[in-house]
């Protein structure tokens, strides 16, 4: 069964930064291209990061272009996104999804929540 669980979520003041992990406990990620998608209270879960299996490729949001990076380490068979410069705009519940190809979304983790206030 695969399983992915995310942790990093918080509260966090505009401005601020947080790293979210995305950790496999039954299997490797080394073969999947991972993604970070979000949903907000009333809106559709969107994309908001993807890196493919080997990390050559990525995608990233207009949304959150130049803010938002994301890595992985196989070695660690952790995947991670950095999010800095932070907005009330980025409230969401953040979720890891590995795939066959990049932002492909086989498999879901449960969400972790980040909250940007003040």
């Known amino acids: 069964q695969v399983q992915l669980v995310e942790s990093g979520g918080g509260l966090v003041q505009p401005g601020g930064s947080l790293r979210l992990s995305c950790a496999a406990s039954t299997f490797t990620l080394d073969y999947f291209a991972m993604s970070w998608f979000r949903q907000a209270p009333g809106k559709e879960r969107e994309g908001v990061s993807c890196?493919?299996?080997?990390?050559?490729?990525?995608y990233v949001a207009d949304s959150v272009k130049g803010r938002f990076t994301i890595s992985r380490d196989n070695a660690k068979n952790t995947v991670y996104l950095q999010m800095n410069s932070l907005k009330p705009e980025d409230t969401a519940v953040y979720y890891c999804?590995?795939?066959?190809?990049?932002?492909?979304?086989?498999?879901w983790g449960q969400g972790t929540q980040v909250t940007v206030s003040s």
């Open positions: 890196i493919s299996a080997s990390g050559d490729n990525t």
């Open positions: 999804a590995a795939g066959w190809a990049l932002c492909s979304r086989d498999y």
